[in-house]
């Protein structure tokens, strides 16, 4: 009764009642206006968390990347241009559909789909969650090192960019993550003798500049062209999306909710390969396949579907082990450790009310979702083609002063303004950011472990191998590896025959 009361007591918190609607709106607008990202708005935002209670603080996060997921399909289907780089794929029939009159049809059935893409992903968080965390309670630093070492060469291997850049950039995150005073002996590393390096670089001015700075100064200081605003949407119909139509595409919205949880749990995928993995699947099966590209509803729900249902399912290995799945992930688990929580087993173990509490409004910021989907739209809309020459400068000035406020130091300000000349050359050389991220947020904890085993095992190097699930890790970490370098390479030369034989007919 008691441990009911205090969960209850968690969520009725008046600080949760307003973060948890105010999150999933904002998301939703940042998502529907191209040239603000739901990692730009995460990251200014999350230094000013820090001063809220665990729950209402993280609950404003969720909730932003949240209606962030929902709102990017807003500027597809009307302006043409994606609000998130998962909403591209929504883009290819919700703007066709936009065209022909019938926007309203298309948002319903991103909305739709969206809303429930998301409630199944906070099922299966619930379900597998609490089993993973007991599951990894077995194991052992052993265990703990090849995990780590696992998740990172899986995110450097499916990156876009390819593997090599892909671990160049876990590779810097988890040097970056190195600088300070060493964990074990307290010798100095990479601090050149600055006081203000000794607790490491701060997470958060490495955050903001990271990922709010780039786009920023690239949109002022870039060509002239991409300065243009998004334009207007074209006028369409009033018809809502009918009953015939959503059991038509419910098939769709169901098994895209199931693609997203899947490959959402898998550390690195995402949301934008889950969108395109289900917008195949649902061409080769759905009643209106034929219409894939010119505007069909099930290219909507297909595409909506798996992006929401990758929202809680990234939580999973988050929650479970401490390992972030994704860019938001390794936000949220800065913000975490800021909280004086530790994500893994023991969250389970000591913070359990925390954790239900967590569920709970998980649940409910998915019926706020699909209430500011379905009557905030038309205002949304509007705010959609405010100029970003409006928008930046207030953007930078809340960098600034997010990064200020932490430790009230000019130096992290510093940080995040060398942290923004990191990312715009990580996009010159197109080294993926989110892989620095999460090797930088994951270098304690691989360091930290690397040390137990060679003290556990007095120096023997062997003592890495001494456990079958460490090996089964590595193995799949090689598989990773290899995979990413054969497929391209068979797959070419599938290719290659395919076209020698056509010529010879």
Not at 404 to 415: E, H, L, Q, T, Y
Not at 473 to 495: E, K, Q
Request: aromatic share 10%.
């Amino acid at each position: 009764m008691e441990y009911g009361a205090s969960v209850f007591a968690m969520i009725l918190d008046w600080k949760v009642l307003l973060f948890l609607p105010l999150g999933v709106s904002a998301g939703a607008i940042i998502g529907a206006i191209p040239g603000l990202t739901i990692t730009m708005a995460i990251s200014v935002l999350l230094p000013f968390t820090l001063f809220l209670d665990p729950l209402p603080g993280l609950v404003l996060i969720f909730g932003i990347a949240k209606g962030g997921l929902f709102g990017g399909s807003i500027s597809a289907i009307l302006l043409n241009v994606p609000g998130t780089p998962a909403a591209a794929c929504t883009m290819i029939d919700g703007y066709p559909l936009s065209r022909k009159g019938r926007a309203l049809e298309a948002l319903d059935t991103a909305l739709f789909a969206s809303f429930i893409g998301d409630f199944i992903s906070v099922l299966a968080l619930v379900l597998l969650a609490g089993a993973l965390a007991q599951l990894s309670l077995s194991f052992g630093p052993v265990e703990l090192f090849a995990l780590i070492v696992f998740s990172l060469t899986v995110i450097a291997a499916i990156s876009t960019s390819g593997l090599l850049k892909g671990i160049t950039g876990g590779a810097l995150g988890l040097l970056a993550g190195t600088v300070g005073l060493d964990l074990v002996y307290a010798s100095e590393r990479f601090t050149f003798g600055s006081p203000n390096l000794f607790d490491g670089i701060a997470f958060m001015p490495l955050l903001v500049g990271l990922f709010a700075l780039p786009d920023i100064l690239l949109y002022y200081f870039g060509p002239r062209q991409e300065r243009s605003g998004p334009g207007r949407a074209p006028e369409g119909g009033h018809k809502r999306l009918s009953m015939k139509d959503f059991r038509m595409v419910l098939p769709t919205i169901l098994k895209g909710s199931g693609i997203g949880v899947l490959l959402g749990a898998i550390p690195g995928i995402g949301g934008t390969a889950s969108t395109f993995v289900s917008y195949a699947e649902a061409r080769r099966t759905a009643p209106d396949g034929d219409d894939f590209g010119k505007g069909a509803l099930s290219g909507v729900a297909a595409a909506e579907s798996a992006n929401s249902g990758t929202g809680a399912s990234t939580l999973i290995p988050l929650l479970a082990l401490g390992i972030p799945g994704d860019i938001v992930g390794a936000m949220l688990l800065g913000a975490f450790y800021f909280h004086g929580l530790a994500p893994g087993p023991m969250l389970f173990a000591n913070n359990m009310n925390f954790v239900h509490a967590l569920y709970i409004t998980l649940f409910v910021s998915s019926a706020i979702l699909f209430g500011v989907g379905r009557y905030g739209t038309r205002y949304i809309q509007r705010i959609v083609e405010v100029p970003r020459d409006v928008m930046f400068p207030v953007v930078i000035v809340l960098t600034v002063i997010g990064s200020f406020a932490i430790s009230n130091s000019v130096f992290d300000i510093w940080v995040m303004f060398v942290a923004g000349l990191v990312g715009i050359g990580f996009r010159i050389l197109q080294i993926p950011a989110a892989a620095f991220l999460i090797g930088f947020v994951l270098s304690p904890l691989l360091e930290n472990n690397m040390q137990r085993v060679l003290i556990i095992g007095r120096g023997d190097y062997t003592a890495f191998f001494q456990s079958w699930l460490a090996l089964v890790f590595y193995a799949a970490t090689l598989l990773a590896v290899f995979g990413r370098i054969l497929l391209p390479a068979i797959r070419a030369r599938r290719d290659q025959a395919g076209g020698v034989a056509t010529n010879e007919l």
